[in-house]
């Protein structure tokens, strides 16, 4: 149960950024006793791919914040994002601070899976908010809203090492984030077309 969770906040946290949990955990199993990544992924921890993970990382941390070009790294993000989310799912097995669950180690294929979905559900979410947030405030909330974002990653991975019973309250709060942003996007569509009329109503062009 704990590894799952782990698993969950670290696909979560790449959903908002594929690198920050990425460099964490190699971090951490390369310095520290809390990862032990199993020996398939443990090319996470070398040098060679800390470096590149962390150059990625500060690319996509500056870019992420800049109106226009966000929205194509987020479609750029759209593959990367959920296939950290399986890798990371995967490198959760090998958390010293909770459970070492055999079920996970002997079908990894199931957690790479479901860390796909957590990433790309979570990807998703902040996809689709960012149009809204860039039109409602002219481009201005794009760095704040980026910069809270990364926070939140850091945070997340975090959360999910050290305290996997915590990852509950977050996917909670990602529901009710990814409901409220539907509702608000049906009522804006719904807000744009009463403003437009009806179809029949509306001029044609040239009259």
Same mark, same amino acid.
């Given at each position: 149960m704990l590894a799952a969770l782990t698993g969950t906040g670290l696909s979560a946290a790449a959903g908002l950024n594929a690198f920050?949990? *990425?460099v964490l +955990?190699?971090?951490l &199993?390369? *310095?520290?006793?809390?990862?032990d990544l199993p020996p398939s992924l443990g090319w996470i921890s070398s040098w060679w791919a800390i470096g590149v993970a962390m150059l990625l990382l500060v690319g996509d941390v500056v870019l992420d914040k800049v109106?226009?070009? &966000?929205?194509v790294s987020d479609v750029i993000q759209t593959a990367v994002r959920p296939l950290m989310g399986g890798v990371m799912f995967a490198a959760a097995s090998g958390a010293e601070r909770v459970e070492q669950s055999g079920w996970w180690r002997e079908h990894p294929w199931v957690g790479v899976v479901v860390g796909v979905a957590v990433a790309g559900t979570v990807h998703a979410t902040k996809a689709l908010s960012r149009p809204i947030v860039s039109a409602g405030t002219l481009? +201005?909330?794009?760095? *704040? +809203?980026s910069a809270a974002e990364d926070v939140g990653s850091a945070t997340v991975s975090i959360v999910a090492i050290l305290a996997p019973l915590l990852v509950i309250v977050v996917l909670v709060v990602i529901g009710y984030v990814v409901y409220r942003l539907f509702q608000f996007r049906r009522r804006w569509a719904e807000r744009s077309a009463a403003r437009l009329?009806?179809?029949s109503e509306r001029p044609r062009p040239g009259t």
């Open positions: 920050i949990p *990425f +955990v190699g971090m &199993d390369r *310095f520290t006793n809390l990862i109106p226009g070009i &966000d929205h481009g +201005v909330g794009t760095p *704040f +809203v009329g009806p179809l």
